[in-house]
């Protein structure tokens, strides 16, 4: 089997036809699904019927060892989704009912919203995520997905070298802050004690350099934060201009799998008394 993909957006971001996930068994295949990830950072499957497990097993066999405890502490309570491999994305409670406007869960997942790379804040962080949607909005709830690889090309030579060799200080407790979550117990706050990354990253895929960056990027290392968070949002406005953008609009059934070492992605607000949206996520340990 040969696999392409037809690109949808300028820069990167592919859509692949006519395969269900679930059959590939080859490494060959799984190598050719790499190889395209590589090229597209984003890429689209339509109409995949995975279950739970499927959907772990995949995740496995494409890219071996998973995240399974990112926001645990604070999700966890829901346990609404019994595989351990999978990340909850939904507005939906343990007994599928639509999360109450000021329940903790919802609050916490509303950082979503912000424009981040998932795990950043982690050592290691996620290389590949892979979310599966099984309910969506009418309207509304989208993501988004910014092409770091793309806007680091466009910096300004000055900038690009200027950031060369920085580190930034990624946590999640200081993202979700800048949103007004604060409601963090010790335990959590020990749980999450944050990350240095380089804020340039050579992609090993493609050799292309990639800004690093999420709103879970607090500071860089060994400067006043003022300077830092200063520089880093210039950085995030400049990566995430329209132009590296591609707007993902969910389907059921759809399956998106997304590069995190080169990518920043988003969700997009819905109606959220009224409507239910479950995604369900799997992602990868870049180690
Ligand atoms: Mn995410």
Redesign the pocket.
């Known amino acids: 089997m040969s696999l392409e993909a037809r690109q949808l957006h300028p820069f990167f971001a592919g859509e692949l036809t006519g395969v269900d996930l679930r059959a590939l068994r080859t490494e060959q295949e799984r190598a050719e699904i790499r190889a395209l990830m590589d090229r597209y950072a984003v890429l689209v499957v339509r109409e995949q019927q995975f279950s739970d497990e499927e959907q772990a097993a995949f995740a496995r066999g494409l890219d071996g060892e998973l995240v399974t405890k990112v926001g645990r502490s604070v999700i966890a309570p829901a346990a609404r989704l019994k595989e351990p491999g999978l990340t909850d994305i939904s507005n939906l409670d343990e007994n599928n009912a639509i999360l109450e406007r000021d329940d903790r869960r919802r609050m916490y997942s509303l950082g979503?919203r912000l424009w981040?790379s998932?795990s950043s804040f982690q050592q290691p962080p996620a290389r590949y995520?892979m979310l599966s949607a099984k309910e969506v909005p009418t309207s509304g709830g989208e993501s988004e997905y910014a092409d770091m690889r793309a806007a680091y090309d466009a910096l300004p030579a000055a900038l690009r070298e200027q950031i060369a060799d920085l580190r930034a200080f990624h946590s999640i407790i200081y993202s979700r802050s800048t949103i007004g979550f604060t409601e963090f117990s010790d335990a959590e706050r020990a749980q999450f004690p944050g990350a240095e990354q380089p804020l340039v990253r050579v992609h090993p895929g493609s050799g292309r350099k990639s800004v690093y960056i999420a709103s879970h990027a607090s500071h860089i290392v060994g400067w006043p934060v003022p300077d830092g968070r200063l520089l880093l949002r210039e950085l995030m406005t400049l990566a995430t201009l329209p132009q590296f953008v591609y707007r993902h609009t969910w389907r059921v059934g759809d399956f998106v799998i997304w590069d995190n070492r080169c990518t920043m992605?988003r969700g997009l607000p819905f109606d959220e008394t009224t409507q239910r949206r479950d995604l369900r996520r799997v992602t990868t340990i870049d180690a």
């Open positions: 979503n981040h998932d995520s992605h």
